[in-house]
């Protein structure tokens, strides 16, 4: 069993930045694919981003491409998101999941464990 926990959110205005990490507890990241997902009031969760076991691989969905990066330090089965120049429509509550296997994906189908979210909002 694997249980993540979330952390970093908050308010921030548009253009700020914050760091979100989800460290894992149970069994370790390592080996598996780490993805963040959004959930916006009203929306469908979305994929946000996602890292490759070995971090050799890393993809975006398109409106965060060029803000946001995804890391992982294995060492302390920690995964971040840097977040910058945050945007109102970034304002969702934010999921860090881990992954069925070692192959990065942008399918919540793929992701077996996740954790219970935190929250970031933009004002404008």
């Known amino acids: 069993q694997v249980q993540l926990v979330e952390s970093g959110g908050g308010l921030v205005q548009a253009g700020g930045s914050l760091r979100l990490s989800c460290a894992a507890s149970g069994r370790t990241f390592s080996g598996y694919a780490l993805g963040w997902f959004r959930q916006a009031p009203g929306k469908e969760r979305e994929f946000v981003a996602a890292?490759?076991?070995?971090?050799?691989?890393?993809y975006y969905t398109d409106s965060v491409k060029g803000r946001f990066t995804i890391s992982r330090d294995d060492a302390k089965n920690t995964v971040y998101l840097q977040m910058s120049d945050l945007k109102p429509e970034d304002t969702a509550v934010y999921y860090c999941a881990r992954a069925n296997g070692p192959t990065a994906t942008t399918r919540r189908p793929d992701y077996r464990y996740w954790g219970q979210g935190t929250q970031v909002t933009v004002s404008s």
């Open positions: 890292i490759r076991w070995d971090s050799g691989s890393t």
